[in-house]
């Protein structure tokens, strides 16, 4: 049982510089707690409300005042004085009170703050640390910490679109602890600067999550290079640590076609090229292969790729169960990629992980490539269970808060890495 005295609302800024949301909830006994909701950049359609001001005199129309006012005012309202026995029961509350299918009237930023700030606050009151309040709403999860997916290099949406696709991503396999994790991805992340430096004499910039976004010819170049760097920091490529990419294809797909690489393909092209890249090169993991829309062709992606690769689905699904259910349907995919604040609410995030899971998915949790200092998506990969968490690059406070608090959990469980 915990009574919610008040919640109240605050913009504050992203890691881009561009506001969002943090929520502080205050319990009847007096425990307070704060969250901070994260912002994407290369969204899906079918994603949740983001409710922003629109005012193009200030923050570019981006401002939150609107979203803070909603908790301060609306949310509070109806929250003040109630006795809420779950997570479900104010999530369920949280939905009704804004009534839209896709939270279009309070903004999915304004409920999940006051999702996640509650149960923060409800793990605080019981005394109990938050990854475990999180594992009591879905079926026992295993006592291990989620396999990291690192960003190395970055394009698209995220470093000015320098080379089509997002994301390609370190995996290290075999190491057993967070600690020896993040060292390898240090020592690869220091050799793929040096290769940067050496190949286009470029200083190490960063994009938007952190990671080096070299000035590549192609994708395949970029995916070459981060073997290489795998090479050069003294690990064996596919065997100590293998390659993912966030191919994040819509934002590539105009009128049917994909423009990749100064190349018009249509889908069957399109999966030829991301099965060459799977066969040439470790990758282990293919997010977003196709687009969003082009449901027609996942199923063969799947297909083609699946004996190598998961096939998993970010702007295709948007944590969205009835998505979800349509790809499990159609065998469209294999992977769910759950970004919390796709959805709204941490209820719906568990619904859309069961889907997944009743299929025999891998989940993968992810942040967002606008973050905050806030860690909770690091306690949610933990105690929901995760197959593998990713956090963007190594470097960055928005970045290091979530594996600093990965690293501390790892002390005071002693759980070791998932095995790949
Ligand atoms: P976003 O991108 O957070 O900018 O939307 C992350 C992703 O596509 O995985
Ligand atoms: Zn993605």
Same mark, same amino acid.
């Given at each position: 049982?915990?009574?919610v ?5 605050? /913009? ?12 502080? *909830? ?41 979203? !803070? ?26 939905i ?39 594992? $009591? ?13 690192? #960003? ?9 679109g320098?080379?089509?696709i ?7 396999? %075999? ?18 600067? /040096? ?13 938007? /999550? ?14 070459e ?22 191919v994040?294809?819509?934002?590539f ?16 092209g399109?999966?030829? %090229? ?12 293919? /997010? ?32 969205n169960?009835?998505?979800?259910? =349509?790809?499990i349907?159609?065998?469209? *995919? #294999? ?14 995030? !568990? ?5 997944? =899971? ?5 989940i993968?949790?992810?942040? $967002? ?17 995760a197959?593998?968490?990713? #956090? ?12 600093? %608090? ?15």
């Open positions: 049982m915990a009574i005295s008040a919640v109240q609302g605050r /913009e504050i800024l992203d890691s881009r510089g561009r506001p969002t949301i943090q929520a502080a *909830c205050v319990l009847s006994d007096g425990t307070a707690a704060a969250a901070s909701v994260p912002s994407g950049a290369s969204t899906g359609a079918a994603e949740a409300h983001e409710l922003r001001d629109g005012d193009s005199a200030r923050y570019r129309g981006l401002g939150c005042r609107k979203a !803070a006012a909603a908790i301060s005012g609306e949310i509070c309202a109806a929250l003040a004085g109630r006795d809420f026995a779950s997570q479900d029961a104010l999530d369920e509350v949280l009704g009170l804004d009534g839209t299918p896709n939270k279009s009237r309070l903004g999915a930023n304004s409920i999940l703050a006051v999702s996640v700030a509650f149960a923060r606050a409800r793990a605080a009151a019981a005394g109990e640390p938050l990854y475990q309040a999180f594992a $009591r709403m879905l079926p026992a999860a295993p006592h291990v910490l989620p396999r990291l997916t690192i #960003n190395l290099f970055s394009g698209g949406k995220h470093a000015g320098q080379v089509a997002q994301d390609v991503l370190m995996i290290p396999l %075999r190491t057993q602890s967070m600690d020896a994790t993040l060292a390898a991805a240090h020592e690869i992340y220091e050799a793929a600067a /040096e290769l940067i430096l050496a190949r286009f004499g470029m200083r190490r910039l960063r994009a938007d /999550e952190g990671g080096l976004a070299p000035p590549a010819n192609s994708t395949r170049e970029m995916i290079l981060a073997a290489e760097a795998i090479a050069k920091a003294g690990f064996t490529p596919g065997v100590d640590v293998a390659l993912g990419v966030d994040a294809s819509s934002h797909f105009r009128e049917g076609r994909y423009h990749l690489d100064g190349e018009v393909l249509d889908s069957a399109m999966i030829d %090229r991301l099965a060459q890249w799977t066969e040439a090169y470790p990758i282990v993991s293919v /997010e977003d292969g196709l687009a969003e829309d082009d449901w027609d062709h996942w199923p063969a992606l799947r297909e083609r790729i699946q004996n190598r690769s998961i096939v998993l689905g970010d702007d295709l699904l948007c944590t169960p009835a998505r979800i259910s =349509r790809a349907e159609s065998a469209a *995919c #294999n992977a769910l990629l759950l970004k919390v604040n796709q959805i709204g609410t941490l209820t719906e995030a !568990a619904s859309a992980y069961r889907l997944a =899971r009743s299929a025999g998915w891998k993968v949790l992810s942040v $967002r490539s606008g973050e905050t200092e806030d860690a909770w998506a690091a306690d949610l990969a933990v105690g929901w269970g197959d593998q968490f990713k #956090n963007g690059s190594i470097t960055q406070a928005e970045r290091t808060a979530k594996y600093n %608090r990965l690293l501390e959990i790892e002390t005071q469980t002693g759980w070791p890495v998932r095995p790949f």
